[in-house]
C-alpha cells in the first residue's frame, strides 16, 4: 500500500506552469534525440525526429528521460486527398507520420516521438527490440497504413482477415457502407446551417451541447434518444 | 520433442521402468474463439509440449470495428456515443479521456460540479468494473459463489449510474463542457442545477457500504481460499520492466509493483481534492493481480464518498458554440481507467470532426503481454492468466 508521490503536479497550477514544464520536457527530449524540432501545445510534448535516427531516438529518450512506458504506437496519413471525412484546409506534403508515445513510471512525463516517412517508401526500421509491446502496434499500423516495419518478427494482419486488401486506415480507403447508402447522421456533418440561425429540426437532431439542450428536451426527453435515432434510421 | 517421464508416474505405471524417455510430439491446441474464459471472443492457439505452454500466439479481430476510421465520418458530440462501447463494462470511463481533448483544444474550463459528476461516476464505473471481475474470475477457477455477491452488489450500482445517465452500460452522458442534465431534469438552468435524483446522497451511501462489504466478503469466502490460491498464488509472474516495455497498465501494472497511478498525476478530473491510496501488489502474480482490485473497489468507494458529500453547485454545462469546431491542433489525453490507460490522440484541422482519432485502449496492451507470460506455464495457467489481465475484446479490438 503505497502513497501518492510527493510531486503531484494536479492541482498545483492551472495552466502556465503545465505548459512550462511540458516543453522543458519537449526540449529536453529533443535534445537527447537529436530531433529536428519539438513542440509542447495543448499539453503534449512531442518531438520529431529523421527516419534514419528512428530506433536510437526512441531509445534515448526512454533511456535518458526515464521513460519506460510504451503507451502506443501509431501512425497519420496526411493526404490531401481524402475519400471519407473532411479535406484538410491547406496542402500539405504528403507523407505518413508515425508516432510513439511513451511515458514515465513515475510522474506525468510523457514524450511522443515522432517521424515523416514517404508514401512511395513506407518504411522504418522496427521497435520490437526496444519495447516489446510494439510487435502488436506495429502489426496493426502495417496492415491500416500499409507501413512495412523492418525486421520486425511477425508482420502479419492483426485484426483483419489474411484476405482483405486495402490499408482502411488511408484516408484515400473509402468506407464502403457508406458509399452505397449514405449515413443519415451525415445531416449533422455536412448540412449544418449556419452558427446564427440553426433553429428547428438540424438544431435538434444534433446531440445538444450547452444552449440547444432546451430545443432537444422536447423531441425526445429519454436519454437514449440519439442513439435509438441513429440506429433507428440505419435500419 | 523428447521428455523424460516423470519418476513418480513411472513408478506407479511399473516398478521396474523409472528412466524410459518417452516421444511427445509437439500439440498445437485451439482455443477459442467462445469460450467462456476469453471475456468475449478470443483465440488462442497454444502450441504445447505435453501440458508445457511452448508458444500462445492470441488471435484477434473477431470484435473489430473500426471505430477509428468510423470517428473520421463523425461530430465530435457523435463519437460519444461510439467510444462508450470500447470498453462496455466501464462505459462511462471511455467518455471522459475523448472529452478532456476535445476542450483541451477548445480550452473550455468545465464547471467544477460537471467535474466532480465526471469523476463520481467514473468511479462508480470502476466499481462496477472490478465487481465484475470479482465475480467472474473466481468462478474461471472453479468457484461459483463469489459470482452470487459480487453480481447482487454491482446491481446497485449499476442502478446509481442509471439513475444519473439513464443507461446502465451506455450512459452517453458527457457532453463537450460538462454533462447532460440528468433525466427527468428540467429545460431551465434552475430546474437543471437539480440535476443528481432525489435521494442520491442516502442511495449512494447505502450501495458504498455494500460494496465494501462485499469486498469484505471476497476476503473471507476467495482471499484465503486454499484452492483459489493454489491457482493464482506464483502463477504468471509479470515482472515490473516486462510489464512497462509491454504497456502494460492499471491494476495489472500496479500489482506488479509499479505505484503508478494516472489519477494522483495528470490533471483530467479533479482527484487531488480528494484522499484515496494507490493500491500496490508485490510478486505481480495472479493472486497480486486479484487483491490489488478488491483493494481499488475500497479506495474508489472512498472517493465516491468523499465526491459526493463535498459535490460543488453550479452549472452542469459550460458555455460552448452550438456547432462544435475544434481548433487546429494535436493533443493526447489519456485517464486512468478501471482497466488501465484510456487515452485518445486528437488531431484536429479546424473542422466538426476529427482528421485522425487514435485510441488507445488498455486492455489491448494488456493482453499484448500474453505470449510473453505464458511460455513455459502448463494449459491451466492460461486461465488463470486470462481472467487475473480483465480484459474486454472491445476493448482489445475496438
Known amino acids: ?235 | 520433442m523428447s521428455q523424460t517421464i516423470d519418476p513418480m508416474a513411472a513408478a506407479h505405471m511399473s516398478e521396474v521402468a523409472v528412466s524410459v524417455e518417452l516421444q511427445t510430439p509437439g500439440m498445437t491446441l485451439n482455443i477459442g474463439p467462445q469460450h467462456p474464459s476469453t471475456h468475449g471472443v478470443l483465440r488462442l492457439v497454444a502450441d504445447l509440449d505435453g501440458e508445457r505452454i511452448v508458444n500462445v500466439e492470441p488471435v484477434i479481430g473477431y470484435m473489430h470495428r473500426g471505430y477509428e476510421k468510423l470517428s473520421e465520418v463523425r461530430t465530435y458530440p457523435q463519437i460519444t456515443a461510439l467510444v462508450n462501447r470500447i470498453d462496455w463494462v466501464s462505459g462511462f470511463a471511455n467518455e471522459i479521456p475523448l472529452m478532456v481533448a476535445v476542450e483541451r483544444l477548445m480550452e473550455i474550463e468545465v464547471p467544477e460540479r460537471a467535474q466532480a459528476i465526471r469523476l463520481i461516476l467514473t468511479e462508480l464505473a470502476r466499481i462496477s468494473n472490478h465487481l465484475v471481475f470479482l465475480s467472474s474470475y473466481p468462478l474461471e477457477l472453479g468457484a461459483a459463489t463469489p459470482l452470487m455477491h459480487a453480481l447482487r452488489e454491482r446491481e446497485h450500482v449499476l442502478e446509481l449510474i442509471e439513475g444519473v445517465t439513464g443507461g446502465r452500460f451506455h450512459p452517453n452522458f458527457n457532453r463537450i463542457g460538462g454533462v447532460k442534465p440528468a433525466a427527468g431534469g428540467g429545460s431551465t438552468q434552475k430546474k437543471v442545477a437539480q440535476d443528481l435524483p432525489k435521494g442520491f446522497l442516502a442511495e449512494t451511501r447505502a450501495a458504498m457500504d455494500k460494496v465494501v462489504a462485499v469486498c469484505d466478503d471476497m476476503d473471507t469466502l476467495v482471499s484465503g481460499n486454499e484452492i483459489f490460491r493454489a491457482r493464482t498464488v506464483g502463477v504468471a509472474i509479470v515482472p515490473a520492466d516486462k510489464a512497462l516495455a509491454y504497456g502494460v497498465s492499471g491494476p495489472n501494472l500496479r500489482a506488479s509493483g509499479v505505484a503508478f497511478d494516472l489519477r494522483k498525476h495528470e490533471d483530467y478530473l479533479p482527484y487531488d481534492q480528494y484522499e484515496f491510496d494507490v493500491v500496490t501488489g508485490e510478486n505481480g502474480d495472479c493472486f497480486d493481480r486479484y487483491l490489488v482490485r478488491v483493494e481499488e473497489i475500497r479506495q474508489a468507494a472512498r472517493i465516491v464518498m468523499q465526491a459526493i458529500e463535498g459535490i460543488p453547485t453550479g452549472p452542469l454545462q459550460a458555455k460552448v458554440p452550438r456547432v462544435i469546431k475544434v481548433p487546429r491542433g494535436e493533443t493526447y489525453v489519456r485517464a486512468e481507467n478501471p482497466k488501465g490507460e484510456m487515452g485518445y490522440y486528437l488531431v484536429s484541422d479546424g473542422g466538426r470532426i476529427p482528421y485522425r482519432l487514435k485510441i488507445r485502449s488498455a486492455s489491448y496492451s494488456n493482453l499484448s503481454i500474453l505470449p510473453w507470460a505464458l511460455k513455459g506455464l502448463i494449459i491451466p495457467d492460461i486461465i488463470a492468466l486470462l481472467g487475473s489481465l480483465d480484459f474486454v475484446l472491445g476493448d482489445v479490438d475496438r
Not at chain 1, 64 to 69: A, D, I, K, Q, R
Not at chain 1, 77 to 95: F, K
Not at chain 1, 166 to 190: A, N
Not at chain 1, 213 to 218: D, I, N, V, Y
Open chain 1, 1 to 235: 500500500m503505497t502513497t501518492s508521490p510527493p510531486d503531484d503536479p494536479a492541482g498545483v497550477g492551472e495552466q502556465e506552469p503545465t505548459t512550462d514544464t511540458t516543453a522543458e520536457l519537449a526540449a529536453r527530449a529533443a535534445e537527447s534525440a537529436g530531433a529536428e524540432s519539438w513542440s509542447a501545445d495543448f499539453g503534449s510534448a512531442k518531438i520529431k525526429v529523421s527516419p534514419s535516427s528512428w530506433v536510437e531516438a526512441v531509445r534515448s529518450v526512454r533511456d535518458e528521460l526515464g521513460l519506460p512506458f510504451f503507451s502506443f504506437l501509431s501512425a497519420i496519413d496526411w493526404s490531401n486527398e481524402v475519400a471519407v471525412g473532411e479535406p484538410l484546409e491547406e496542402t500539405v506534403e504528403e507523407r505518413y507520420e508515425v508516432l510513439v508515445r511513451l511515458s514515465s513510471d513515475r510522474t506525468s512525463d510523457g514524450v511522443t516521438v515522432s517521424t515523416n516517412i514517404p508514401k512511395d517508401d513506407a518504411r522504418l526500421p522496427t521497435l520490437v527490440d526496444v519495447f516489446g509491446g510494439a510487435n502488436w502496434h506495429e502489426r496493426e499500423a502495417a496492415e491500416m497504413f500499409g507501413i512495412e516495419f523492418v525486421g520486425h518478427p511477425n508482420l502479419t494482419k492483426l485484426y483483419l482477415t489474411d484476405e482483405f486488401e486495402g490499408y482502411p486506415l488511408r484516408k484515400t480507403f473509402p468506407l464502403l457502407s457508406r458509399e452505397i447508402k449514405p449515413w443519415p447522421g451525415m445531416v449533422d456533418v455536412e448540412d449544418m446551417p449556419s452558427t446564427e440561425n440553426a433553429e428547428g429540426a438540424a438544431a435538434a437532431s444534433v446531440a445538444p451541447p450547452g444552449d440547444v439542450q432546451e430545443q432537444a428536451m422536447p423531441q425526445g426527453d429519454t436519454t437514449k434518444g440519439d442513439e435509438d435515432g441513429v440506429e433507428g434510421a440505419d435500419a
